[in-house]
């Protein structure tokens, strides 16, 4: 038996997130789907972590195990075939066993992208979070350094999530304007339930006025998630890259 690491690509706009589910699609089933018709016999993929309906990957990665040994480097045109056209392959290596996609990421980084409009957006609308604002992005950027360094965030998680250990480190938040679009992009050890899409419409608060930068030490003190601002869209969501020793 080998394992072996994939990273993948894929447009979440028609799936309900990563995982597995009864009677829905999922970008997890139509991998091992392929998979396991390619191998012609049960393959189940482990990911680095779950992503939400509508929320994409530019790489996602996960591993399997199988009783066959592969030529990694044209692996992935092979298994693309099989695979529906909204997700790819785009790497593939052989692993030590010891490899785990999820227990063994150390950083991850999320892209998310807003497209200032006036008016709605049809070609954007699947890939961006639409803003109809005015922001002011060197507030925005002021406000990324208090999310940077080891906090509770617990105030930045859906309210009814009860994990017990709501601690994580944020090593890196930045915010980059190339015309209409903006580009909010944070790396971390990990991230609670909703976590990236709250920070985002809290520095859309900001940018906004309604909030100062100041204010998102205090947010983060009161660990409650009165105060922050809302969840943002998953389709302006990305998962951009997973660091692993």
């Keep these: ?15 309900y997130g990563f ?6 699609p999922t970008v997890q089933q139509k ?15 482990h990911p680095s972590g779950r992503t939400d309906a509508g929320v994409h990957a530019i790489a996602q990665v996960v591993h399997f195990d199988v009783d066959a040994e592969l030529k990694t480097s044209s692996f992935g045109y092979s298994i693309n075939t099989l695979l529906p056209k909204d997700i790819a392959v785009t790497s593939c290596e052989k692993v030590d066993d010891s490899f785990h996609a999820q227990f ?4 991850k980084t999320y892209l998310y992208k ?11 609308r699947k890939y961006y979070h639409i803003c109809f604002y005015d922001l002011d992005i060197a507030k925005m950027k002021q406000a990324c350094g208090y999310f940077e360094g080891e906090h509770d ?12 250990n709501t ?10 304007q190339c015309g209409d679009e903006i580009y909010i992009r944070v790396t971390g050890n990990g991230f609670l339930h909703n976590m990236v899409r709250i920070i985002a419409g809290t520095l859309i608060d900001v940018g906004r006025g309604r909030l100062s930068p100041q204010d998102i030490s205090k947010i983060i003190d009161s660990k409650k998630h009165i105060g922050t601002g809302k969840t943002l869209d998953p389709q302006g969501l990305y998962l951009e890259s997973v660091i692993y020793d």
């Design 1 to 15: 038996m080998a394992r072996y690491k994939l990273t993948v690509c894929y447009d979440g706009s028609d799936y």
């Design 19 to 24: 995982q597995r589910q009864n009677s829905l």
């Design 31 to 45: 991998l091992e789907e392929a998979l396991s018709t390619r191998f012609q016999q049960p393959i189940t993929v």
């Design 104 to 107: 063994g990421a150390k950083r």
């Design 114 to 124: 807003i497209c200032l409009c006036k008016i709605h957006s049809p070609l954007k």
């Design 153 to 164: 965030f617990r105030a930045f998680m859906l309210a009814n999530d009860e994990k017990e």
């Design 167 to 176: 601690i994580r480190t944020i090593y890196s938040l930045n915010i980059e």
